[in-house]
């Protein structure tokens, strides 16, 4: 059985249930701590967290996870306007038996913070703590990158540390062969990165180059069978900009 419960404390607000994909409407308004218990019969699903979120398609170890409406201090900031917000709110999930060549990154329902839904990504610094600044705006599917902030400006700020890494976990082993880069590109007010490093969880490691532009970059690899990978060593440009900026990282393959 798949299921979706929306709870407050131990409140039980709204609840479906049934075989394979579930379809929840809840008409209220969220309150700061809520949370929403999602379920499903397979480990793999495509889940949607709200209407004005894009679907997700994740990876449950335990096949549930629980999503924390982001409603406290900034944390709407790297939403589109409505989400979560007001009321009326449709949530979804329901199992994932496809397994084609993709972006394996990707997560809109990525969360800050402890999760059981993957993949994830997490950092060693975080611009000043700020939402629009944190690791897992680089996995939202967004592209937009001419611009910092709210949305769809979200990136991986580094605070102007030369020691930055963010850390992509996929949550099990997968397959991946290539990888994409989107620099933040808002001009003259970034600055960029013209060297990378990304280490794989296998004990591989690539170096490459990259430019101050806005748009993909390509980062061939080699396959490899991984469960995480992370980017470190940023080498910035000697622009007098300080603020370097992540906007999206992309990963090719499928999982094993």
Known sequence: MSSITIWRGEEQLAR?????EVTLFYPGVYRDGDRIEFTCDSRRAVVQVDQAVQPARVFLPGSSFTYRPPLTGDGLAVYAPGAFQGEGHVLAIRPDSSNEYRNLAENPADQRGSVTAYPHATANVETRNESVFAARNVLDGVHVADGHGQWPYGSWGIGARTDAEITLDFGR???VDAMELYLRADFPHDAYWIEATVVLSDG?????????????QRIPLDAHHVRWMKLTRLIKCDNPSAFPAL????????DC
Do not use: H, I
């Not at 479906?16 to 394979?20: T, Y």
């Not at 591989?204 to 993909?216: E, I, M, N, R």
């Not at 906007?247 to 499928?254: A, D, H, M, N, S």
């Open 16 to 20: 479906r249930e049934a075989p394979g």
């Open 173 to 175: 082993e997968v397959m």
């Open 204 to 216: 591989a490691s690539y170096t490459f180059p990259l430019q101050g532009v806005d748009g993909p």
């Open 247 to 254: 906007r999206q990282w992309v990963v090719y393959g499928k």
